[in-house]
């Protein structure tokens, strides 16, 4: 019968602190991205951004978490 030492780690086991400054660089990173686009600032390349519409549908008056009905 063959032992096998599955157990044993493969590769590197991050710490608390380098995993948090990996996800805050990336998250970073991609605010930056965004605002970049936003502002028109990104390359040619980049695709052509569509238009806003002309018109929005809001509603006149907004449900809050109590809401009563007028006509009861």
Request: aromatic share 2%.
């Amino acid at each position: 019968m063959e032992i096998h030492d599955d157990d044993r780690p493969v590769g590197r086991i991050l710490t608390r602190r380098e995993m948090l400054a990996l996800l805050g660089g990336s998250g970073a990173a991609l605010i930056a991205g965004v605002s970049l686009s936003r502002l028109g600032m990104v390359s040619a390349s980049a695709p052509a951004q569509s238009t806003l519409p002309a018109c929005v549908v809001r509603p006149e008056v907004t449900e809050g978490p109590y809401f009563v009905d007028g006509q009861l």
